[in-house]
T-cell receptor
Framework: EADIYQTPRYLVIGTGKKITLECSQT?????MYWYQQDPGMELHLIHY???????EKGDLSSESTVSRIRTEHFPLTLESARPSHTSQYLC??????????????FGPGTRLTVT | GNSVTQMEGPVTLSEEAFLTINCTYT??????LFWYVQYPGEGLQLLLK?????DKGSNKGFEATYRKETTSFHLEKGSVQVSDSAVYFC??????????FGAGTTVTVRA
């Protein structure tokens, strides 16, 4: 059973506020990911990390930033939220699992609404 | 590069009907293939996987066979239930650490 947690599950916030979406996993996985999911349900990778102190930008450009100070924690921050940031944000983690390579485990997601 | 193309939805079925969702892929190496499912209001869950050609993944009555000759990994279930209503994603994992996802197919099963 995967143990990856995201808080808050739902967030409604005004324009210009700073927000941090939390993601934690208890599986000791070295690789973690953030996805943005649009209303059409398509997933876009926005950030990933290979391990502590490693962060990379994903395929979709995002104004958010991430940090990886501890293996289990991969928070995402928006310095100044805008309505265009309204979306579902999904966190995932993985480790090498032999022939299945990098099978990813997902958190429940944070639904962000910026008014 | 890697890419996944899956059948466009939405798909609406009656209970006990047969479900097929087509998925084809392009990859430079020898990928592993996955189907993920997302129930309303939740994150993605791994439904099944296959790691080499001719492998069949199965779970909860769903099956998919890794076909290298047709670069396909179609998802099937013989008799769907209302509880199978969800969004289904086909994905592949190649030599790097990232998954390539299809666009997702929304399935609605009516009682």
């Amino acid at each position: 059973e995967a143990d990856i947690y995201q808080t808050p599950r739902y967030l409604v916030i005004g324009t210009g506020k700073k927000i941090t979406l939390e993601c934690s996993q208890t599986m000791g996985h070295d690789k973690m990911y953030w996805y943005q999911q649009d209303p059409g349900m398509e997933l876009h990778l926005i950030h990933y990390s290979y391990g502590v102190n490693s962060t990379e930008k994903g395929d979709l450009s995002s104004e958010s930033t991430v940090s990886r100070i501890r293996t289990e924690h991969f928070p995402l921050t928006l310095e100044s939220a805008r309505p265009s940031h309204t979306s579902q944000y999904l966190c995932a983690s993985s480790e090498y699992s032999g022939r299945a390579r990098y099978e990813q485990y997902f958190g429940p997601g944070t639904r962000l609404t910026v008014t | 590069g890697n890419s996944v193309t899956q059948m466009e939805g939405p798909v609406t079925l009656s209970e006990e009907a047969f479900l097929t969702i087509n998925c084809t892929y392009t990859a430079t190496g020898y990928p592993s293939l996955f189907w993920y499912v997302q129930y309303p209001g939740e994150g993605l869950q791994l439904l099944l996987k296959a790691t080499k050609a001719d492998d069949k993944g199965s779970n909860k009555g769903f099956e998919a066979t890794y076909r290298k000759e047709t670069t396909s990994f179609h998802l099937e279930k013989g008799s769907v239930q209302v509880s199978d209503s969800a969004v289904y994603f086909c994905a592949l994992s190649d030599r790097d650490y990232k998954l390539s996802f299809g666009a997702g197919t929304t399935v609605t099963v009516r009682a």
